[in-house]
């Protein structure tokens, strides 16, 4: 018998093999994967975050007045009084920086991970994440991270006006969202989409010393 007969050739053989149809497929399915938003659980973790700024507030607030009594005892009654009584414009300023350093924190190092966001299974990622397919980069850089800050303090100087936005517009996507290109997901969305890109991004490795394979006899 001739052995030639008896060998199949890769290239004969994906000549006459029907295309593999992937693509249609793959893009659907990752467009019906799109984040469904919880707002109740987005509204609950906002007030988590507030509530938990009010109290790191009130704590730097008596540091401070800890630090006053104890350390400038010298200064008279009055004027240890004045210290801590301060005026709006520096309790506020306080505020402020706190609640721009709180966001930014959040965003950058603990990865889009409030304390809120934390309790009620959330994480800011970034928007491009969510419509490109070959998109792997989930969580916002330094500079996109001080947008979004900046955005929550827009909402607080627009004494909440800003927040209802996020309720109202098209996407439930707010002030702070728009500006830093982020989205807010549920951790199990952001699993499964972690999981259905490495899936589908899987290459495929051919030896190519194998290309050819002889038949077994019959």
Same mark, same amino acid.
């Given at each position: 018998?001739?052995?030639?007969?008896? %060998?199949? !050739?890769?290239?004969?053989?994906?000549? !006459?093999?029907?295309?593999?149809?992937?693509?249609? !497929?793959?893009?659907?399915?990752?467009?019906?994967?799109?984040?469904?938003?919880?707002? $109740? #659980?987005?509204? +609950?973790?906002?007030?988590?975050?507030?509530?938990?700024?009010?109290?790191?507030?009130?704590?730097?607030?008596?540091?401070?007045?800890?630090?006053?009594?104890?350390?400038?005892?010298?200064?008279?009654?009055?004027?240890?009084? #004045?210290?801590?009584?301060?005026?709006?414009?520096?309790?506020?300023?306080?505020?402020?920086?706190?609640?721009?350093?709180?966001?930014?924190?959040?965003?950058?190092?603990?990865?889009?991970?409030?304390?809120?966001?934390?309790?009620?299974?959330?994480?800011?990622?970034?928007?491009?994440? %969510?419509?490109?397919?070959?998109?792997?980069?989930?969580?916002?850089?330094?500079? @996109?991270?001080?947008? *979004?800050?900046?955005?929550?303090?827009?909402?607080?100087?627009?004494?909440?006006?800003?927040?209802? $936005?996020?309720?109202?517009? @098209?996407?439930?996507?707010? +002030?702070?969202?728009?500006?830093?290109?982020? *989205?807010? %997901?549920?951790?199990?969305?952001?699993?499964?989409?972690? @999981? $259905?890109?490495?899936?589908?991004?899987?290459?495929?490795?051919?030896?190519?010393?194998?290309?050819?394979?002889?038949? %077994?006899?019959?």
């Amino acid at each position: 018998m001739n052995n030639e007969e008896n %060998v199949i !050739h890769l290239k004969d053989y994906l000549d !006459h093999s029907e295309p593999i149809q992937i693509l249609d !497929h793959v893009e659907s399915d990752f467009s019906a994967m799109f984040p469904k938003t919880n707002m $109740f #659980k987005r509204a +609950l973790a906002l007030i988590v975050d507030l509530s938990t700024l009010t109290v790191l507030n009130v704590g730097i607030h008596n540091g401070y007045n800890l630090f006053v009594s104890e350390f400038l005892g010298p200064v008279n009654y009055e004027n240890q009084y #004045k210290l801590i009584q301060g005026d709006m414009a520096f309790s506020a300023t306080i505020y402020l920086v706190l609640y721009f350093s709180y966001f930014l924190y959040c965003t950058y190092i603990m990865n889009g991970k409030t304390l809120g966001k934390m309790a009620m299974g959330l994480t800011v990622i970034k928007e491009n994440y %969510v419509h490109n397919m070959k998109e792997d980069q989930i969580h916002l850089t330094f500079s @996109e991270s001080a947008k *979004r800050a900046a955005g929550y303090l827009g909402c607080l100087l627009s004494f909440g006006v800003f927040f209802v $936005f996020t309720f109202a517009s @098209e996407d439930n996507r707010g +002030l702070a969202d728009y500006l830093s290109g982020s *989205r807010t %997901v549920s951790d199990k969305w952001l699993k499964q989409m972690q @999981e $259905f890109k490495e899936t589908q991004q899987e290459q495929v490795i051919i030896d190519i010393s194998r290309l050819d394979r002889e038949k %077994v006899a019959a």
